[in-house]
């Protein structure tokens, strides 16, 4: 059984930082990992693409955290991180992982999503 699981959310203000992480377990099934992202989703809007990143380590970010915020991984945890740096109000959301998992036996790819976490930043 593959799982996501997000950590790291919290209540910060304006100007402050976090940083979130995001594990696949379930390694005896994992063949491999591909793309790994974190979108968000704020009360009342749809979700949106935040940031995401390759199994090479190339980067693709929303254009409004362009700057601000790292996503990053490690292969060999199969964890991805995403640092957030000046937080703003409007960042405020639920911020969820997602990640290509190939499975080990069967070669399948699934797209796989956490439950997410939340991120509160107060003005």
């Known amino acids: 059984q593959v799982q996501l699981a997000e950590s790291g959310g919290g209540l910060v203000q304006t100007g402050g930082s976090l940083t979130l992480s995001c594990v696949a377990s379930g390694s005896g099934f994992i063949g491999r990992v591909n793309n790994m992202g974190w979108y968000r989703q704020a009360s009342g809007k749809r979700r949106e693409l935040v940031a995401a990143v390759t199994s090479g380590g190339s980067t693709n970010y929303a254009n409004s955290v362009k700057g601000r915020f790292t996503i990053s991984r490690d292969n060999a945890k199969n964890t991805v991180y995403l640092q957030m740096n000046t937080l703003k109000p409007e960042d405020t959301a639920v911020y969820y992982c997602?990640?290509?998992?190939?499975?080990?036996?069967?070669?399948?790819?699934?797209?796989?999503w956490g439950q997410g976490t939340q991120v509160a930043v107060s003005s």
């Open positions: 997602t990640a290509n998992i190939r499975l080990k036996f069967t070669n399948q790819e699934y797209d796989y």
